[in-house]
């Protein structure tokens, strides 16, 4: 059973409802962990919001291949045996084109002798593995892969895609975040073409208005109990 409740569309209101319409239009949908954090801590969601979007999905920020990204997320997650963040991050991944026998070899080591994955994706599955397992620091041949094979841009963002989806991991499991249904989550690839980053830019420029407007009304957020208070 979750362990916190999100806040639903009906319950929405002010920054909640902020957040909640822009994780539709960025990620297809409003997952369960955007829907905690809206409730719970609206304010730090809608920067966490604009995070995510920026790094994992195409052409809001990041230049990187959005398929690298995404095999390193869907690694990271079947590294740390989430199985909230698999799900997501493998139906994302059939969006951006990947087959079952994709995802399939990405499970343990198979990875490493499939023909299903070129040198690159290979390289940055192996990178995501070790940064999860935190043994990147130590491992020579695992960084001079991604040294020779990617540009300083790449591997940051390659890399920040890892550390995200390690933080992600860990709140959904500590959470005990409920699995949204595979025909919401399908939801994700309405949102792989057609976003721009001019869009999540208004978005982000909307902060210092909507949450004076917030604040000026009183400032209420629901909390873990249902109860309104004032933020001030």
């Given at each position: ?58 052409d ?18 079947m ?23 994709d ?31 935190n ?39 500590s ?21 721009k ?36």
């Amino acid at each position: 059973m979750q362990r916190l409740s999100g806040v639903t569309d009906e319950e929405a209101s002010g920054v909640a409802t902020e957040i909640i319409e822009a994780s539709n239009m960025f990620l297809g949908r409003a997952s369960n962990l955007v829907r905690i954090l809206a409730k719970h801590s609206p304010y730090v969601a809608r920067w966490f919001l604009g995070l995510v979007a920026s790094v994992r999905q195409p052409d809001l920020g990041s230049s990187s291949s959005v398929r690298l990204r995404n095999l390193a997320t869907i690694k990271t997650s079947m590294a740390n045996e989430c199985e909230y963040c698999a799900t997501h991050t493998s139906i994302f991944g059939e969006a951006l084109g990947l087959e079952l026998q994709d995802l399939e070899d990405l499970k343990g080591d198979l990875y490493k002798s499939s023909s299903r994955f070129d040198e690159r994706e290979r390289a940055v599955i192996a990178w995501a593995e070790a940064m999860t397992k935190n043994t990147a620091k130590f491992s020579g041949e695992v960084w001079d892969d991604m040294r020779r094979l990617f540009t300083d841009t790449e591997i940051v963002e390659i890399s920040m895609a890892t550390a995200m989806f390690n933080m992600i991991n860990r709140l959904n499991d500590s959470f005990r975040t409920e699995l949204e249904t595979e025909e919401y989550n399908r939801r994700q690839g309405d949102a792989v073409h057609g976003r721009k980053i001019e869009q999540i830019e208004a978005y982000a420029g909307r902060f210092a208005e909507t949450g004076a407007e917030a604040r000026a009304s009183g400032g209420e957020q629901v909390t873990s109990t249902g109860a309104r208070e004032a933020a001030n």
